[in-house]
């Protein structure tokens, strides 16, 4: 069964501490990866994709890992304004469906 | 990337009634995706919608309850009818193949 699995649910910084949040994940075929951005009351915010294991992207204090089991959202030296609920969601090799996380609420407090 | 619009943002409804919402994108797109965010849930897809055939709903979801319009390649509109509070969610409207790309959703509150 294809599934999501993200961690921890919520999770609250310091300002400048870095962290890291997890997606784990099972499908048939990994057609994609994808982290979202969701701030309150708006849709989600792409942010990367990733394709295959080992891969990697950065932007800005954000950096996303790839391995065959799981995906890490690497937050280096967060602000404030990196506080939302970030997304993980995998595409299966055959068709257009994604699968998406229930999200880990960050919160970077000053 | 595209620039999604949905209406209305927000609404409150009564128990019984149906309301429509509307998703237009800047661009002409072949799909477009239907969701919805439950609280402390996932996004789950309803449908989708593809211009000159009837939409695409998946498990769990039905046409009765869920009818979509897709009249044009730029715009789409989903019903919830008959609606009852555990309709209460975000609905989205989604495009893209690979990346996908929302609009910034539709809070439905059912009384």
């Known amino acids: 069964e294809d599934q999501v699995t993200q961690s921890p649910e919520a999770l609250r910084l310091q300002e400048g501490e870095s962290s890291s949040l997890n997606c784990s994940y099972t499908?048939?075929?990994?057609?994609?990866l994808f982290w979202y951005r969701q701030d309150p009351g708006k849709g989600p915010e792409f942010l990367f994709t990733l394709y295959s294991a080992g891969e990697e992207k950065e932007k800005e204090r954000l950096k996303a890992t790839l391995t065959k089991k799981e995906s890490f959202l690497h937050i280096t030296a967060p602000k404030p304004e990196d506080s939302a609920t970030y997304l993980c969601?995998?595409?299966?090799?055959?068709?257009?469906?994604?699968?998406f996380g229930t999200g880990t609420s960050l919160t970077v407090i000053p | 990337s595209a620039v999604i619009s949905q209406k209305p943002s927000r609404d409150i409804c009564q128990r019984g009634t149906s309301l429509t919402i509307q998703c237009q994108v800047d661009s002409q797109v072949t799909m477009m995706f239907w969701y919805r965010q439950q609280p402390g849930q996932s996004l789950t897809l309803i449908a989708t919608?593809?211009?000159?055939?009837?939409?695409?709903?998946e498990s769990g979801f039905v046409i009765d309850k869920f009818p979509i319009s897709r009249p044009n390649l730029t715009f789409s509109t989903l019903t919830v009818s008959n609606m009852s509070p555990e309709d209460s969610s975000i609905y989205l409207c989604?495009?893209?193949?690979?990346?996908?790309?929302f609009g910034e959703g539709s809070r439905l509150t059912v009384l």
């Open positions: 499908v048939s075929g990994l057609r994609g």
């Open positions: 989604s495009v893209g193949d690979g990346e996908l790309f």
């Open positions: 919608a593809n211009q000159g055939s009837e939409a695409t709903y």
């Open positions: 969601a995998v595409q299966r090799g055959t068709g257009n469906q994604f699968y």
